[in-house]
């Protein structure tokens, strides 16, 4: 019986499109879903009969009870080198390989400098305006030049942002748990002492840190309360990483001037949720990785991963 293949959340309907899957024609029947699951219950439906899926990021996550009622899974292949949403222990006892794909880091660091200048000078506002025939010019713009820019993590994306920011003209200072001076300096910023101390300082902050346990909530409405009047928080990386309940307080209640959000804690994000109107949210759907160079190397990689297990070698293994 030949393999079956699900190809799931291709929002966009691309995914054939972006590699040449020919190399598995006859070997492999390739389907792509294209909306979001609801719940376990719709994904067991759709693919409860796959040996092989190709997971883009963590869209749907792999959680162990989903995995043990998938026991035709063989093969689980993600876009990236890291899927905290795949349960990799709960995958190795099940017998399914977990592989993953390379993925470039200048697609996030492009898009946090778009919502950074976005909120700075009013781009979104302004753009309606102009389309429907609203005030010409009724904002004052935020200059980057000469002003603060603090780094939550210098890590591969944390210090392209801070080099842009450098060329911005902006002081850019940076901290996370692990940061050294010299780590810093290397990248020509300075590292803060505290989280604090980065928070009060800035006038931009945006975050670069990976969730984890000490992570999860790490700005909460303390460290929100701590920031300025007329400053902007930038995430790009994780939501949880942020409070989302004392976020939302503090747009509402103009702690901070604004806000750019590239990633929720639920996705896609539902239509009635308040970070889709808030007037100081300048939010856009989880676009940090979405662009064309990413996507055909995700799925021609994912085609190669699938060729080589197919072959009995694996390659650019999970876990």
Known sequence: MTPRCAVLDDYQDVALSMADWSALAGAVDVRTLHR??????????AIGDCEIVVAMRERTPFPASLLARLPRL???????MRNASIDLEAAARQGVTVCGTASNTEPPVELTWALILGLARNIAPESTAMRTNGPWQSTLGADLHGRRLGLL???????????VGLAFGMDV???SRNLTAERAAEVGVRATATKEELLESSDFVSVHLVLGDRT????????????????YLVNTSRAAIVDRSALLQALRENWI????????????????????????VLAVPHLGYV?????????????????????????????
């Open 36 to 45: 979001p699951f609801r719940s376990e219950d719709e994904v067991v439906e």
């Open 74 to 80: 063989r093969l689980l292949i993600t876009s990236g």
């Open 153 to 163: 993590g210098l890590g591969k994306i944390g210090s392209r942002v801070a080099r």
């Open 173 to 175: 200072v940076a901290w």
């Open 216 to 231: 999860r909530g790490l700005i909460g409405a303390g460290e929100l309360r701590r920031m300025r009047p007329t400053g």
């Open 257 to 280: 001037a604004g806000a750019g959000l590239d990633v929720f804690d639920h996705e896609p994000l539902p239509a009635d949720d308040p970070l889709r109107t808030l007037p100081n």
């Open 291 to 319: 662009t064309r160079r990413n996507y055909e190397g995700y799925f021609q990689q994912a085609v190669e991963n699938i060729t080589a297990y197919l072959a009995g070698s694996p390659v650019r293994r999970l876990g």
